[in-house]
């Protein structure tokens, strides 16, 4: 009885409550991603303010945590519009790039995608988004372990990521319908080329390796392979089996 009582008492001011407690619950968001203005500011300013039309890709974009990715002192520019150090000489692309190479591939659910160049793994996350079949490899020993280990702690536990030279591809995993390199390369490396599907598109930044390059789109057809010169884009050189050539 006197429970009920308390109860009645409290229905007209139920209003005046939840106006109360609506900011602390804002304040709770902010708290638990304090990030979350700055990466919706990104998304309007650098990619739909650019051409970034794709919604999902938009919406991967605005979800998946770019500040946590990098080192803590980083954290405060993740959403800037520029790469950042991630280690080793090595960055993680512009949130901008990112989205770009991601809208390009137009990855479908159940494709199959390999990514050269783990870094961070950033790219792969945004990648699993669209998919759960990711693949990734990356030559620098370190970086392949604690993006293996980043990717595992946030939750993206189908993401596959590998040490290795990720010229010569993942056979074991082929035929891939998109493959993604995310490192500059002054030519494809045949094995690629070879563990793509027909009508299977593979993203790569051609050219010199210490300059600028040119992102590129290849699409395997049965007839050939048709070839578009997209952007001009900076990477971070591909090393290992490329430099033989
Ligand atoms: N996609 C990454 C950024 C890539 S930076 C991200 O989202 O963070 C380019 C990465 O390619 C570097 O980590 C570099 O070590 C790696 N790399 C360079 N040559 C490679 C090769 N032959 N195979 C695999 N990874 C390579």
Do not use: C
């Not at 203005?37 to 970034?52: K, Q, S, W």
């Not at 945590?65 to 519009?81: G, I, M, N, T, W």
């Not at 960055?91 to 190479?101: D, E, F, G, R, W």
């Amino acid at each position: 009885m006197e429970n009920s009582k308390t109860y009645s008492r409290l229905i007209p001011i139920l209003p005046a409550l939840i106006l109360i407690l609506l900011p602390s619950l804002f304040a709770f968001s902010q708290e638990t991603d304090p990030y979350a203005t700055a990466r919706e500011r990104m998304v309007i300013n650098d990619l739909l303010g650019r051409d970034i039309t794709n919604r999902r890709v938009l919406e991967a974009m605005g979800t998946i945590k770019r500040h946590l990715f990098v080192a803590p002192r980083y954290a405060s520019q993740a959403y800037a519009d520029h790469p950042l150090p991630i280690g080793e000489g090595q960055t993680i692309s512009q949130p901008y790039i990112v989205a770009l190479m991601t809208q390009i591939l137009d990855l479908r659910p159940g494709e199959k995608v390999l990514e050269i160049g783990t870094g961070s793994g950033y790219q792969a996350a945004v990648l699993s988004f669209f998919t759960d079949q990711v693949y990734s490899i990356e030559i620098r020993k370190r970086l392949a372990q604690e993006a293996g280990m980043r990717l595992k702690r946030l939750g993206y536990s189908k993401i596959m990521v590998k040490h290795g030279d990720g010229y010569f591809g993942w056979p074991e995993h082929a035929p891939f319908d998109a493959i993604i390199v995310t490192a500059a390369a002054n030519h494809i490396p045949p094995p690629l080329m070879d563990q793509l599907k027909y009508g299977g598109r593979l993203l790569i930044p051609l050219g010199s390796t210490t300059y600028y390059q040119t992102l590129t789109k290849i699409t395997k057809t049965r007839e050939g392979s048709k070839v578009e010169h997209l952007i001009g884009v900076v990477f971070v050189p591909m090393i290992g089996k490329v430099l033989d050539r």
